[in-house]
């Protein structure tokens, strides 16, 4: 039972079993595959736009956190009175 068990767990189909549910597919789907495929490749698209407006909104936030770092930095060395602007006037 246990040998079984283990060859159902890593069961992986092979080229006659890709065949018959090719086969299955086309019969089930025959007439709605070129929507299928088409509402799949729409879904790929959107999906990759959603991607590139995550990685463009990441680097905003990336660049406005080192803006207000630097402006931070600036603010507080002027607090201390190590403000270059003034040392580089005297």
């Known amino acids: 039972m246990t040998e079984y068990m283990q060859y159902l767990a890593f069961w992986t189909p092979g080229p006659f079993e890709l065949i018959i549910i090719l086969v299955i597919a086309v019969l089930l789907f025959g007439r709605r595959l070129p929507e299928?495929?088409?509402?799949?490749?729409?879904?790929?698209?959107?999906?990759?736009?959603?991607?590139?407006?995550?990685?463009?909104?990441?680097?905003?936030?990336?660049?406005?956190?080192?803006?207000?770092?630097?402006?931070?930095?600036?603010?507080?060395n002027k607090a201390a009175g190590l403000d270059e602007s003034e040392d580089s006037m005297s």
Not at 49 to 59: A, C, M, P
């Open 36 to 76: 299928i495929a088409r509402g799949l490749g729409k879904s790929m698209t959107e999906f990759k736009k959603g991607i590139h407006e995550v990685e463009e909104t990441k680097d905003e936030v990336i660049n406005d956190v080192r803006k207000i770092g630097d402006d931070v930095a600036k603010e507080t």
